[in-house]
């Protein structure tokens, strides 16, 4: 097992008042190398706080997170690095996480500089070309431009590119096609899909549709009021749903 959440629950008080929000409650998720675990729900589901947690960018009040068997909360400062370099996550908005004032080689030197302080800048140059290649960007026409350069699809696969440079076990895309039209979520689906088969990695998808999600992934977990209402092996959960709130999200979906 490379990734495991187990009993999370995550609370909020409200300010100024008594009252404690639950947005996840007594959750769990597995996730084997090589596997791709597809989370899907409306907004305010969970989602999100789920994936923020497993991917150590939040707290949970309760519960606790597991990578390769080992309690981060426990881990040392060295081992914390290593996990933090091996859970790297794509978002919705690539522009957002993306420096406006930096180059793309900048954007993508700088997790190398931080995590390979002793690589030499003509094996980084290397290795960002090779990775914009793999994703399908050129870098003659790409490294010397800022994100404002780019289309929504293009930041997107520079941002895939940016979390495979360090060569992840687990890649968390949090509605990472949510902003694109469906030929370019159509592009960046496959392309995901197939980066999986040629590294290996781990995956973590989240969406608010099925269909998308049935594409990608090994097993579905559906989630509704942060609580896991349905899990399994992913064509066995779209043919045979048990719970009504995953039948209606089939029902929407596939219409």
């Known amino acids: 097992m490379i990734l495991e959440a187990r009993n999370i629950t995550k609370e909020y008080r409200v300010k100024g ?3 404690v929000f639950s947005a996840l ?11 791709v675990l597809g989370i899907v729900g409306e ?8 994936s923020e947690i497993a991917g150590g960018m939040r707290t949970p009040t309760k519960g606790s997170i597991l990578f390769e068997g080992k309690d981060i909360s426990e881990m ?3 081992e914390r690095r290593d996990y933090r370099k091996n859970v790297q996550f794509i978002f919705q908005s690539p522009k957002e996480s993306m420096n406006p004032y930096f180059t793309v080689r900048g954007i993508l030197s700088e997790p190398l500089v931080i995590n390979y302080p002793d690589m030499d800048k003509k094996e980084r140059e290397e290795r960002i070309r090779d990775m914009l290649l793999r994703v399908g960007m050129d870098p003659e026409t790409t490294l010397s431009f800022r994100p404002s350069h780019f289309s929504g699809g293009q930041l997107q696969r520079i941002a895939i590119a940016r979390a495979l440079l360090l060569s992840p076990k687990v890649l968390i895309c949090d509605e990472c096609t949510s902003a694109l039209d469906v030929s370019l979520e159509a592009q960046i689906v496959n392309l995901l899909s197939s ?8 995956m ?3 969406s ?8 990608i992934s090994d097993r579905i977990m559906v989630m509704k009021d ?4 349905e899990e399994g092996d992913t064509e066995i959960v779209i043919s045979s749903p048990h719970n009504d709130y995953t039948k209606t999200l089939i029902e929407t979906s596939f219409l």
């Open 76 to 78: 040392k400062k060295d």
């Open 195 to 202: 980066l999986k088969k040629e590294t290996g990695v781990a």
């Open 204 to 206: 973590i998808f989240i």
């Open 25 to 35: 409650s007594d959750v769990s998720l597995s996730l084997e190398m090589g596997e």
């Open 17 to 19: 008042r008594k009252e």
């Open 43 to 50: 907004s305010g589901s969970g989602k999100t706080t789920l």
């Open 208 to 215: 608010h549709d099925i269909s998308l999600v049935r594409y």
């Open 226 to 229: 942060g609580k896991v209402v």
